[in-house]
């Protein structure tokens, strides 16, 4: 696992990693220090990289600044104090804030107040949602989006962030206008672009990308700002910037449009889920051996690390890759690192005016770098080598989130159903092989038998009636079939009694467990 990925929640290098490599070994210690001063200096550094994220992720949710710092200093003060992985960090991501955007989109207008407290009811659903499955023990339903589905997802979310910060890069505003729209219309007016910005956005992603190659230590992003700041402060440059910074901060609130909550639930549970998916991944792979980390404890941080955002009037946060990937690598050994960072971002939140002059084009770099990690063309055509059906899903997945952007939740939903229905179509093919020798006949199952699978199972019997010739013996082997359910003993007891009734011997063959006793108790009647 490489850690010039971004690998926001979604990310499959983290998915893969999480689901193929062993635990990792102990990090190695940059700083040297004993704890808690390397966690103290862990969480500093990560204070560096997650301070203009915080901005530039709000940007992207269609938030003001505010919003993301709200959302990058309690989240991970409550996620330190309730969570399972000493590493983990944190905060807002970009697909969380693409998801964001999407789920309120449709009802509200980005940017204004209904939008900021629709936000916050947002992550406060997120963040019960995933509480109440932790204490269900329901951790597990992390993994319940496929490894193909996942990519074919984020592959499209990382197209659209793209998409949605050119317009910032022309030096356009497409606020409120939707991804589409607003690229069409910066792009149909080349001569309304302007130079400065497109050379900030590529200086801030070059930035961003070299120096995380160089070391992850390096505050690429915090580089960036500082240059843009100091670039339109000297050179006089006007464009868009990101406008006026918070003066105090919020005291918590439950003042939100609580009658949105129905239409706002799909949403919520698809963040919850899949927002879920990439921390437990980046968890278990900067896992130490005999250090394991629970996932329903994870679960119970990540939930009260949204409620934290929601009250403070933030956005749904989730877990970084990158800024886990800086902390584990600046000698974080406990959860403490985590708290440093939340509280380092709040000891900045007074100076945060400085940032009104800074320009969306730098933002716009910041998001475009973090949205390459999350593109996977290169493993999707691979996938099609090894299994075109999953390839297939992935891909029309991928074209779905493009197609019914914003609400890409729904794009989420219909991948995932159509993952299960390839699933139960593959699950309905029934291998059988029949054999003849002698005045018997032997058919061999493979597969799985059950309820979706019978009709396969009828047409063999229904082959054997119709052609007895000479056989009196009949001999169902069930051996190789991985799991016979009810119905399908029934099935069998059913052929049986009808064989026997005809003069043949007939026996089931390798029934083993639990089916050898229903089938048993069947026979009895």
């Given amino acids: 696992m490489g850690t010039e990925s971004d690998g926001e929640p979604g990310d499959p290098k983290a998915t893969a990693a999480a689901q193929s490599v062993a635990p990792a070994a102990p990090a190695p210690r940059i700083s040297g220090l004993r704890p808690p001063f390397d966690d103290i200096v862990a969480g500093l550094t990560v204070a560096l990289v997650l301070i203009p994220q915080a901005v530039a992720y709000a940007s992207l949710a269609g938030l003001p600044p505010s919003a993301g710092l709200m959302a990058a200093m309690f989240p991970p003060l409550a996620a330190a104090l309730l969570g399972s992985s000493p590493v983990l960090q944190t905060g807002p991501t970009a697909l969380t804030s693409l998801l964001t955007l999407g789920v309120l989109a449709a009802a509200f207008a980005p940017g204004t107040p209904e939008f900021v407290k629709a936000a916050a009811l947002l992550a406060l659903m997120v963040g019960l949602i995933r509480i109440v499955v932790s204490l269900l023990r329901f951790g597990s339903l992390a993994y319940f ?69 160089v070391s992850p230590l390096v505050p690429g992003a915090l580089v960036a700002v ?62 130490e051996r005999g250090k394991p980390w629970n996932p329903d404890r994870e679960l119970l941080g990540q939930g009260a690390a949204n409620l934290a955002s929601g009250l403070m009037s933030g956005l749904p946060v989730g877990g970084s890759f990158s800024r886990s990937a800086v902390n584990r690598l600046a000698g974080a050994r406990t959860r403490l690192s985590g708290a440093v960072a939340g509280l380092a971002v709040l000891a900045f939140f007074p100076f ?37 059906l999953q390839a297939t899903n992935a891909l029309i997945t991928f074209a779905l989130t493009l197609a019914l952007a914003p609400r890409i939740d729904y794009a989420v939903v219909m991948g995932i159903s159509l993952a299960l229905f390839t699933h139960l179509y593959r699950e309905a093919q029934l291998g059988v092989r029949i054999l003849t020798e002698e005045g018997t006949l032997r058919v061999e199952l493979e597969g799985v038998l059950w309820f979706g699978s019978m009709q396969a199972l009828e047409r063999v019997i229904q082959r054997i009636e119709q052609d007895l010739g000479s056989v009196t013996t009949v001999i169902l082997d069930t051996s190789r079939l991985g799991r016979i359910d ?26 083993k467990g639990r089916g050898e006793m229903v089938m048993g108790r069947i026979r009895r009647g």
């Fill in 226 to 287: 500082l240059i843009g700041l100091g670039a339109t402060h000297l050179l006089g440059w006007q464009l868009p910037t990101v406008g006026s910074m918070p003066l105090f901060i919020p005291l918590p609130t439950l003042d939100l449009p609580w009658e949105q909550a129905g239409r706002l639930a799909l949403g919520a549970a698809v963040i919850a889920i899949i927002g879920f998916a990439e921390p437990a991944a980046i968890a278990r792979a900067f896992a």
């Fill in 486 to 511: 009810f119905s399908a003993l029934m099935l069998l007891n059913e052929t049986e009694q009808r064989l026997e009734e005809r003069g043949l011997q007939v026996e089931v063959e390798g029934l």
């Fill in 352 to 388: 945060a005016r400085l940032l009104e002059g800074l320009p969306q084009a730098v933002l716009a770099g910041i998001v475009i770098a973090a949205a390459g990690s999350l593109l996977q063309l290169g493993p999707l055509l691979k996938l099609w080598r090894y299994a075109k």
């Fill in 145 to 213: 989006m496929s490894l193909p589905i996942l990519r074919g997802f984020t592959s499209g979310a990382a197209v659209l962030i793209v998409a949605s910060q050119v317009p910032a890069v022309l030096g356009a505003n497409g606020q409120g206008l939707g991804v589409w729209r607003a690229l069409w219309q910066a792009l149909r007016e080349p001569s309304a672009w302007s130079l400065p910005a497109i050379g900030l956005a590529l200086a801030a992603f070059v930035l961003v990308r070299s120096t995380r190659r």
